[in-house]
């Protein structure tokens, strides 16, 4: 658990050195996380960590895109559930992600915008995407987040570019 936290802290301080945004992510008790693991089911501390870095990488490309000077953002992820699922009856092999329209992708996410020290948004939300295989998405198929980062994009689109707008 102190190896994941300070992950989440070196991630962010990271993060925020190489970029102007000022943006704090820090993933909460991660050992926990209903399904972080891109290719099993019950994933090692380093099948966590590649979730998270990449939850972290697009965060901040976000947050570069749409905070500016003097707004600071800090997202605590409680809890990761990847899109699609393992089968529990596959004994032998590798185990295969399979999606299906009842295993789409959620995140709980506690989160606090200011903007010049002025709180101007905030809350705890579990946000998810059930027409995730609706969706036609650009990308490669090999991208494994292509429908976590669509989820996020729309929640950060909802929730914070709209609350500097209206801010």
């Known amino acids: 658990m102190i190896r994941s936290w300070a992950l989440s802290i070196l991630l962010a301080a990271g993060a925020s050195a190489a970029s102007a945004a000022d943006l704090t992510v820090v993933f909460v008790n991660p050992e926990n996380f209903r399904d972080a693991a891109y290719s099993r089911s019950f994933p090692s501390e380093r099948d966590r960590e590649e979730v998270m870095r990449d939850v972290q990488q697009h965060l901040?490309?976000?947050?570069?895109?749409?905070?500016?000077?003097?707004d600071a953002l800090r997202i605590e992820v409680l809890d990761i559930d990847l899109a699609?699922?393992?089968?529990?009856?596959?004994?032998?092999?590798?185990?295969?992600?399979?999606?299906?329209?009842?295993?789409?992708?959620?995140?709980?996410?506690?989160?606090?915008l200011s903007c010049d020290g002025q709180v101007i948004a905030s809350g705890r939300e579990r946000i998810s995407d059930m027409n995730y295989l609706l969706m036609a998405r650009r990308s490669s198929s090999s991208d494994r987040f292509i429908y976590e980062r669509a989820m996020?994009?729309?929640?950060f689109a909802r929730r914070i570019v709209a609350a500097k707008e209206h801010g």
């Open 60 to 70: 901040q490309r976000l947050a570069d895109r749409h905070l500016g000077p003097g």
């Open 152 to 155: 996020l994009d729309d929640w």
């Open 84 to 112: 699609g699922g393992f089968s529990p009856l596959r004994r032998a092999g590798p185990e295969v992600r399979i999606l299906t329209d009842v295993t789409w992708p959620r995140m709980e996410l506690r989160y606090e």
